[in-house]
Nanobody, 127 residues
Framework: QVQLVESGGGLVQAGGSLRLSCAASGRTFGSYAMGWFRQAPGKEREVVGHITWIGGSPYYAESVKGRFTIARDNVKNMGSLQMNSLKPEDTAVYYC????????????????????WGQGTQVTVSS
């Protein structure tokens, strides 16, 4: 199993930045693809982006492309989500998740493909 713990959420004004971290423990984090998702009140969980187990070029949802950056460090068992130019519509609970490294890129945007989830961290962007 993999245990994931997110941190770094908080309240920020529109235009500001936050950096979320995802600390992994248990099985080797480097064996898993990593995804970042978010869920706003009354809405379904949606993908923010994901990165393969080897750390190739991340995929980003159109709504965050150019503003958010996903990275991972398999030596430190850490993942991160750098969020810049935040907007009120980015307000949500953010989750990191892990999936088997063989996950097809065409399926990486679906929450159901991820086996392990963190507890989530709240991000609130005020206007």
């Amino acid at each position: 199993q993999v245990q994931l713990v997110e941190s770094g959420g908080g309240l920020v004004q529109a235009g500001g930045s936050l950096r979320l971290s995802c600390a992994a423990s248990g099985r080797t984090f480097g064996s898993y693809a990593m995804g970042w998702f978010r869920q706003a009140p009354g809405k379904e969980r949606e993908v923010v982006g994901h990165i393969t187990w080897i750390g190739g070029s991340p995929y980003y949802a159109e709504s965050v492309k150019g503003r958010f950056t996903i990275a991972r460090d398999n030596v430190k068992n850490m993942g991160s989500l750098q969020m810049n130019s935040l907007k009120p519509e980015d307000t949500a609970v953010y989750y990191c998740a892990a999936a088997p490294r063989g996950l097809s890129p065409s399926l990486s945007a679906y929450p159901s493909q991820y086996n392990y989830w963190g507890q989530g961290t709240q991000v609130t962007v005020s206007s």
